[in-house]
């Protein structure tokens, strides 16, 4: 299997989340301002790869992850910037979700920001995959 950069798993997601009448905002990240400067550049932590606004004017902030593991998501996936902002979002009451693609099985899977307070506050280093929501 190529190597996985996570690009690949953003298109789809913004491809099938426009497609679902949601407007999608997406977040430039070092990967990006190095291809547009050919050089190494300092960015300030970034809350999600993404902002969603939903049909219903809901606002999301979304972070998009691919993995190749066989039997869990890691916790530790997410940057330190982007574990601060779903703290923060999702104890104002905010809307803080990652959605998960398993490239193994092709599967997306959701992880709402409440959801990961509560097993990152727990024992466990990563989550079963029976344990997640599969996204249509």
């Not at 913004?14 to 960015?43: P, Q, W, Y």
């Not at 905010?94 to 998960?100: E, R, T």
């Not at 997306?108 to 466990?124: A, V």
Request: aromatic letters at 10%.
């Amino acid at each position: 299997m190529a190597a996985n950069t996570g690009k690949l798993s953003e298109a789809i997601f913004v491809k099938t989340t426009e497609a679902k009448g949601s407007v999608v905002f997406r977040m430039r990240d070092a990967a990006d301002l190095f291809g547009l400067n050919k050089k190494k550049v300092a960015i300030f932590p970034l809350p999600s790869d993404f902002i969603i606004v939903d049909r219903g004017g809901k606002t999301i902030f979304a972070e998009v992850k691919s993995t190749q593991n066989k039997t869990s998501f890691s916790l530790d996936m997410l940057a330190k910037g982007q574990k601060a902002a779903l703290s923060k979002v999702t104890k104002q009451g905010g809307h803080y979700h990652i959605y998960i693609h398993n490239l193994i099985t092709d599967t997306w899977y959701l992880m709402t920001g409440s959801q990961y307070l509560l097993y990152s506050s727990s024992s466990i280093k990563s989550v079963k995959w029976e344990l997640l929501n599969v996204v249509d």
